[in-house]
């Protein structure tokens, strides 16, 4: 079992809908990335948070850590969207080091 | 202007040849790192510099040795390239290690070994 857990894997949604993906992890973390991987494959750092919630634009994230928990909201979802959306959680051990959930392949239809 | 670049984008080569991708980055960062993006688009640490430094080495193969003539740049070199080598590798950088920080990510390279 990974230490980080998305879900769910694949979601399809119609433009406008608000759109919820969740992360759980199950190691002692300092902080949370959300992260963008275009269709081109390039990844793009959304949020980094370490305790409740973060907002930019349309993107809303949250984090309960005793939960060890963390959603990521799209509102009035575009086709533009469309992406993959990887949760990471960031450990530190003397050194800062990612680990990765499997992501979650988010496709919004006109 | 890009803050992390990698070269080349694509790399197509034979089973058991050595070849190298490049990392820069601009953006005036320690710490540098080198994730592999298996087949099914799951990404995992291979290695991170400070300065330099190796910090981290995840049980990767030998084969796979990382470079860093100077902070701004951080190489990796394959030798004996096998099959399952076969993925895509991003570079990435952070300000510092030992603290949160936001990492930038390079746009990959996209490697297929025959």
């Known amino acids: 079992k990974n230490e980080v857990e998305q879900s769910p894997q694949n979601l399809t949604a119609q433009e406008g809908e608000f759109i919820t993906i969740n992360c759980s992890y199950s190691v002692g973390i300092s902080a949370l990335h959300w992260l963008q991987q275009h269709p081109g494959g390039g990844i793009v750092s959304l949020f980094m948070?370490?305790?409740g919630k973060k907002k930019h634009g349309r993107l809303i994230a949250t984090i309960n850590i005793q939960e060890k928990h963390s959603s990521l909201h799209i509102t009035a979802s575009h086709p533009r969207d469309s992406a993959v959306y990887i949760c990471a959680v960031l450990i530190i051990q003397g050194a800062q080091k990612l680990v990765f959930g499997q992501g979650t392949r988010l496709t919004i239809n006109p | 202007d890009t803050a992390v670049s990698q070269t080349p984008k694509y790399l197509v080569t034979q089973m058991g040849n050595d070849k190298s991708i490049k990392c820069e980055q601009n953006l005036g960062h320690d710490t540098m790192y080198w994730y592999k993006q298996d087949s099914k688009k799951f990404l995992k640490i291979m290695f991170s510099?400070?300065?330099?430094?190796?910090?981290i080495n995840e049980t990767v193969p030998n084969r796979f040795s990382p470079k860093s003539p100077d902070k701004a740049h951080l190489n990796l070199h394959i030798n004996s390239l096998e099959l399952g080598d076969s993925a895509v590798y991003f570079c990435?950088?952070?300000?510092?290690?030992?603290?949160?920080?936001?990492?930038?990510f390079g746009p990959g390279t996209r490697l297929l070994v025959l």
């Open positions: 990435a950088s952070s300000l510092q290690t030992r603290i949160q920080e936001t990492q930038y």
């Open positions: 510099y400070n300065n330099k430094e190796l910090i």
């Open positions: 948070l370490s305790s």
